[in-house]
């Protein structure tokens, strides 16, 4: 069964500083690796997908990387801003036998920018 | 021009009733899935649906029944409530079809059960 862990639980960090957030998944056979915004009473926001065949995807000033044999991801912050601050979560998609495909999330990080 | 809609946001009940929550998406995925987030804010997938057929159904009680009229909606309606069901719950689609095709979310109906 695929386990997601991410480190640290929460993080305060003073605007302006880049940040690493860290994601740990047991079960290396997987499709694809997500990660995810969530604020405060909204939905969830991808922000960056990862297929298993690929290092890395970069977005403007994120940037995540997969070691698919390690089961490790993170996700780069550069130059933070205040309005980065909300939870991040990491979750990957399974190889499984029947069609559907399902992820499994990790904890989530909680980050908060101060300015 | 919500992708992914879910109603209502916010749901207060008492233990036992029975009660619905809805979502629609316009994108036009082929597969829609319901989420629960518990306290601790984990997200554990519930059920998915493709092309209106039911193809993952995670150990969720049988007072949980989605239906999906179409492949543009997913409603789930929980039967006998419990406290144990408060959560935040989230409506999410996807193109199946379409490998790595990323999941859309709507804002989560936050069902409390007193």
């Known amino acids: 069964k695929q386990e997601v862990t991410q480190i640290p639980a929460a993080l305060s960090v003073p605007e302006g500083e880049n940040l690493v957030l860290n994601c740990s998944f047991t079960?290396?056979?997987?499709?694809?690796l997500q990660w995810f915004r969530q604020d405060p009473g909204k939905g969830l926001t991808s922000l960056l997908l990862i297929q298993s065949s690929q290092r890395e995807q970069t977005s403007g000033r994120l940037n995540a990387s997969l070691d698919k044999s390690s089961g490790r991801s993170t996700l780069y912050i550069a130059a933070s801003q205040p309005g980065d601050s909300a939870t991040y979560l990491c979750?990957?998609?399974?190889?499984?036998?029947?069609?559907?495909?399902?992820?499994?999330f990790g904890g989530g990080t909680r980050l908060m920018v101060k300015p | 021009d919500t992708a992914v809609s879910q109603t209502p946001k916010y749901l207060v009940t008492q233990m036992g009733n029975d009660k619905s929550i809805k979502c629609e998406q316009n994108?036009?995925?082929?597969?829609m899935y319901w989420y629960k987030q518990d306290s601790k804010k984990f997200l554990k997938i519930m059920f998915s649906y493709n092309n209106k057929e039911l193809i993952i159904n995670e150990t969720v009680p049988n007072r949980f029944s989605p239906k999906s009229p179409d492949k543009a909606h997913l409603n789930l309606h929980i039967n006998s409530l419990e406290l144990g069901d408060s959560a935040v719950y989230f409506c999410?689609?996807?193109?199946?079809?379409?490998?790595?095709?990323?999941?859309?979310f709507g804002n989560g109906t936050r069902l409390t059960v007193t």
């Open positions: 979750a990957v998609e399974g190889v499984w036998d029947n069609a559907g495909n399902m992820l499994t």
């Open positions: 994108l036009g995925h082929d597969t």
């Open positions: 999410a689609s996807s193109q199946l079809q379409t490998p790595n095709s990323p999941l859309h």
């Open positions: 079960d290396s056979a997987i499709y694809n």
